[in-house]
């Protein structure tokens, strides 16, 4: 995800903003998921209130 959001913006916003979503409306998110994601991300995903699983 990294390469996106350096490349374009734009695109990771809205890929992020689909995620978030999903996740919202499972209310969970693997956590290997999670720590993809740049920090800032990470805290807006935390935010959402979804649970964070292991996926061992």
């Known amino acids: ?3 996106a959001t350096d ?3 734009e695109v990771a916003e809205a890929g ?3 995620l978030c979503t999903i996740w ?3 209310g ?3 956590e ?3 720590l ?3 920090p800032q991300a990470q805290v807006q995903v935390r935010a959402l209130g ?7």
Do not use: I, T, Y
């Not at 979804?50 to 061992?56: A, F, G, H, L, M």
């Open 24 to 26: 919202q409306r499972d």
């Open 50 to 56: 979804v649970k964070v699983r292991s996926p061992w």
């Open 7 to 9: 490349e374009e913006p």
């Open 28 to 30: 969970v998110v693997g």
């Open 36 to 38: 993809r994601l740049r």
């Open 32 to 34: 290997d998921l999670l």
């Open 16 to 18: 992020l903003e689909a």
């Open 1 to 3: 995800m990294n390469a």
